[in-house]
């Protein structure tokens, strides 16, 4: 059987185009996209033709998007080359993600037509922006993935205010993500929602200090410990805007910005108190080290109530101090808890 190797050339196609891209952008062929937030996009990805409408005139942006129509979608755009041959449709595109080093077959463990969801789609869009991370020996794991799309603007946070890793996507989505991957292989620079960034970052480290305060934690959490009878585990810690009140108060801060005159450390704490069966003073336990001449103040429960339901039962403490204690802190080496008289620094001295 004879294989043809096709090699995908967009810039073939573009030499050949009737319609230069402005006149294309100018207006929408599809009668379901005009007014839609990714138009635009969607225009501009058919006239690049690494996607196309349906043959009623309608393009579907809201349609999910399955694993090979992605995978078909990032090829083409991207622009490997493809072995053409017999089989599925989607084959010599599977191939070519696999082949180039933008997809392992590990990414997937359900079936190729099913819905992609978006960590599905970090994985492929990571490396398809990053070739370092298209090298066989080169593993990341997925939280650092997502801080990492998020980081470079390949990803937003959904309109709820979450990253919605096991949602699906849809197929204006699909294009507008593609075009983010052409757009940072170019050498631009995209647009980066702090939060989501804040977001990837909690659940790959347990806390957002990075993001929001330039240093990285001294430990990633949770992290555990034991005291004796009493099990004590630090979740994570979430530096919040502590002028909000609670019904509105977000992890996203603007660091710096003028308006913002205290933050908050909030400290998710977990006791398991099964062994002890009985309620613990926090604070004999537990407590955070300050300097004697800039004091701050700590929010939170005294006791930590044993649940005869429950082995565990989950506290909030709260550390509350400006942005100038805070810079003072950092400078200094940082602020830091204790835990059964053993000190752990929250950052890492720059010192």
Known sequence: MKTIILWV?????LAGASMSLSQALAKSDFDDTHNHWAEAS????????????????????????????????L????????????GEWYQPYLKASVNSGVHQYADFTQDINGEISRMEII???VRAANSELQKSEITVDDKALVYSAAKKGLIQGLA?????????????????VVERVLRLKDGGVLPVDK?????????????????????????????????????????????????EDDSKRSISTAWGDEKAERYMLL?????????????????????????????????????????????????????????????????NGGLSYTVAGSNIPLFYSQR
């Open 42 to 73: 969607i225009t501009k990805a058919v006239y690049h033709g690494y996607v196309e409408g349906y043959p009623n005139g309608n393009f579907q942006p809201e349609a999910a998007v399955s694993r090979a129509e992605f995978i078909k979608m």
């Open 195 to 243: 939060t989501a960034v804040e977001l990837a970052e909690l659940s790959m480290t347990g806390t957002n200090f990075m993001t929001v305060l330039g240093h990285p934690a001294f430990k990633e959490f949770p992290v555990e410990y034991w005291l004796g009878d009493v099990g004590l585990t630090v979740n994570q810690i979430t530096v919040v805007d502590a002028d």
């Open 267 to 331: 400290f998710q704490l977990s006791w398991d108190l099964c062994k002890s069966q009985q309620d613990i003073r926090i604070s004999d336990y537990f407590q955070i080290t300050e300097s004697q001449s800039n004091p701050i103040q700590t929010i939170g429960p005294e006791i930590a109530a044993y649940q005869e339901s429950s082995a565990t039962t989950t506290t909030e403490l709260g550390v509350s101090l400006t942005k100038k204690q805070l810079d003072e802190y950092i400078a």
């Open 9 to 13: 050339t967009i810039a073939a196609s």
């Open 160 to 176: 709820e205010g979450h990253l919605g890793l096991n949602e699906s996507t849809s197929r204006a989505q699909a294009v507008s």
């Open 123 to 125: 994985r492929l869009i």
């Open 75 to 86: 090829v083409a755009a991207i622009n490997p080359p493809i072995v053409l041959g017999t």
